[in-house]
């Protein structure tokens, strides 16, 4: 019986070695893999790989306004001073947790309603998908703006902005799972048994449906990435001090002809880390099933 | 505030507050707000004092020029680019293509804006900082206003220098609004372009003798641009919110500039109004693209 488990455990960490050489098979997603774990160690370890971990926090240093790049900053200073490297290091953990937390808004909102949707049917699932429907008919990024526009522009207003007209897509991947999984044989059985129906949804059909949602939520925090830094460069998510990427590429503009420095590594860093998302994504997706089709969203 | 200015007197805003129907129930004002959309009426911006519907109107000619010019480049490079793509599949150039394709989908478009305004202006001096016409020039060789879309009228009028300036201020702006789409579409082409060339029909091709060009960018290309033409469609329709930050930074008069403006402002009428009709434009185009699917792909029947 022990043997049995072992065995079983045996042969899933293998399932999934196999899966993660399928993917890191190719070099470009192996390159972005590497971006995309240097990215989560600098936004962990910020106070400690900072040079200038104050400044990487908003204080400003006078002395030193719009310095180039030089050994003392590698990356140049900005207009109040701040060194480049360690503002984008401490923006690097602005960018991840808000990253993280739009992703686990949209998650937590959009899949219990396409549980219920699939799940219950009828008119409950005509009323959400509609609804769903019609949020899907604006394009994204111009819903946010819209919303913090009228909200107030702070990061928590951003971030919902972001996340309103996103969670749809969530609810739609796992309407279409829960409607295939509700037919199948064991679920069948658990309601002839007398399982409740909530029961039922939470231990029975969630857990069959959540890999396509993990698989989904990672190819999507590339985008999500690029809207806080897009909504950041119109002023409209993280307020200064804080040192968000975004932000600093608009702050570089009214210099960027002489002082070029501070605008193009700051979108540097953005580019970066969405190339990361964006390459282990697509090396996922291709993995999986090549036919996949690319879904199209941003600006 | 934004309708009155700074210094309004206490009579003019209550004025303003019933003119406006701000007196009213949020309820009653929205229905108001509906009645009117109804009957094509936006409102009025609260800046500028216009009807917003004119105000988008005179900015839409000049961000349908740069989308569409930006699609047609992002066509041009990525069908070929994901032909060639496929057919070496898995090779370096396979893989370099990818990396460029992922690489275009990741780039903030305001960032690269501003790269390519170091690059071909300050830099090279090639290209314009932005704008749409060189004031000179437009003084000199005014544009005649038929469709709004400068490089059609200069063409349609004769008018080779205006045309001439028009084009050099629209490639920077073009080229980084096409940088997403053409991604999407090579990446779009080449997993197409993989299923179609494992057909029979493509191996029967090859035993007969057919060329190699001919077979990829005829026979194994029609069937493969369906779903391209799909994702071009959206990323046409995507467009629409990405020109507002490549606006901004390239001074295009155009819609972005228009509704950036407005946020700025809190001008909610204008803010509205845009949104409302882009999202119309938007399930338009989706329509439009399907339609068109349709009649390249006969295996597709209307009905």
Redesign the interface.
């Known amino acids: 019986m022990k043997e049995e488990v072992l065995n079983k455990r045996f042969r899933r960490t293998r399932d999934a070695f196999r899966a993660a050489t399928r993917v890191f098979r190719?070099?470009?997603t192996t390159?972005?893999a590497l971006i995309l774990v240097l990215l989560i160690a600098t936004a962990l370890f910020a106070p400690y790989i900072a040079p200038f971990p104050d400044q990487g926090r908003g204080l400003s240093n006078l002395e030193e306004r719009l310095a180039p790049p030089s050994l003392r900053h590698p990356l140049g200073t900005d207009n109040l001073g701040r060194d480049i490297l360690s503002r984008l290091i401490f923006g690097a953990r602005i960018s991840l947790k808000a990253a993280l937390l739009v992703v686990s808004i949209v998650v937590l909102v959009g899949v219990p309603l396409g549980l219920i949707a699939g799940y219950i049917g009828g008119k409950v699932d005509e009323f959400i998908m509609r609804f769903a429907d019609m949020i899907l008919?604006?394009?994204s990024?111009?819903?946010a703006?819209?919303i913090v526009?009228?909200l107030g522009p702070n990061l928590f207003n951003a971030l919902i902005a972001i996340s309103l007209p996103w969670w749809p897509w969530y609810t739609r991947l796992m309407r279409s799972q829960v409607v295939t999984v509700k037919e199948s044989p064991f679920i069948e059985s658990a309601r002839a048994v007398g399982v409740s129906s909530v029961r039922i949804m939470l231990r029975h059909i969630l857990p069959n449906c959540l890999s396509p949602i993990i698989v989904q939520a990672t190819l999507d925090m590339?985008y999500i990435v690029?809207s806080i830094?897009?909504l950041g460069?119109?002023?409209?998510g993280t307020q200064p001090p804080a040192a968000d990427w975004?932000v600093m590429?608009?702050d570089g503009?009214e210099f960027?002809?002489k002082q070029?420095w501070i605008?193009?590594f700051?979108?540097?860093a953005?580019?970066l880390s969405?190339?990361g998302?964006?390459?282990v994504g697509?090396g996922i997706r291709e993995a999986m099933d090549?036919?996949i089709?690319?879904r199209?969203?941003?600006? | 505030m934004v309708y009155l200015g700074p210094r309004a007197q206490p009579e003019q805003i209550a004025q303003v507050r019933e003119k406006l129907g701000l007196d009213r129930p949020l309820l009653l004002q929205f229905g108001y707000y509906l009645r009117d959309l109804l009957r094509g009426d936006l409102g009025v911006s609260l800046r500028t004092h216009r009807p917003v519907l004119v105000g988008i109107i005179d900015h839409l000619p000049a961000s349908l020029e740069l989308m569409f010019t930006a699609i047609l480049l992002a066509m041009l490079v990525g069908v070929p680019l994901g032909v060639i793509s496929a057919k070496k599949e898995n090779t370096a150039i396979d893989?370099f293509s990818?990396?460029l394709a992922?690489?275009s989908?990741?780039?903030?478009?305001?960032?690269?804006a501003?790269?390519f305004?170091?690059l071909f202006?300050?830099w090279l001096d090639l290209f314009p900082i932005g704008g749409r016409l060189d004031t000179v020039v437009g003084l000199i060789h005014p544009i005649e206003k038929i469709t709004g879309f400068y490089l059609f009228d200069a063409l349609i009028t004769g008018n080779w220098s205006a045309f001439k300036d028009a084009l050099m201020h629209l490639f920077l702006p073009a080229i980084t609004l096409a940088a997403?789409s053409t991604g999407?579409i090579t990446?779009?082409t080449r997993?197409t372009m993989?299923?179609v060339l494992r057909e029979d029909y493509i191996t029967t091709a090859r035993s007969v003798g057919t060329s190699e060009v001919e077979i990829l960018f005829v026979q194994a290309l029609r069937n493969a641009i369906g779903?391209t033409l799909t994702?071009a469609g959206?990323?046409f329709?995507?467009?629409?919110?990405?020109t507002?930050?490549i606006e901004?930074?390239f001074f295009w008069p155009g819609l972005g500039t228009y509704t950036?403006n407005a946020?700025?402002l809190?001008d909610?009428p204008v803010?509205?109004g845009v949104?409302l009709l882009?999202?119309v434009f938007?399930?338009t185009v989706n329509l439009l693209v399907d339609l068109l699917i349709a009649v390249v792909d006969p295996r597709i029947r209307l009905g």
Request: glycine share 6%.
């Open positions: 190719n070099p470009v390159f972005g008919a604006f394009p990024l111009l819903l703006i819209a526009a009228s590339g690029l830094a897009a460069f119109l002023g409209l975004g590429v608009s503009r960027f002809l070029w605008s193009t700051s979108g540097g953005i580019f969405v190339l998302f964006n390459l697509d090549p036919k089709r690319w199209f969203q941003r600006n | 893989h990818r990396l992922v690489a989908t990741s780039l903030p478009s305001f960032w690269l501003m790269i305004q170091i202006f300050r997403y999407i990446r779009m997993s993989l299923e779903p994702a959206l990323c329709a995507f467009m629409l919110t990405g507002f930050f901004l930074i950036t946020i700025l809190n909610y803010i509205m949104t882009m999202a938007y399930v």
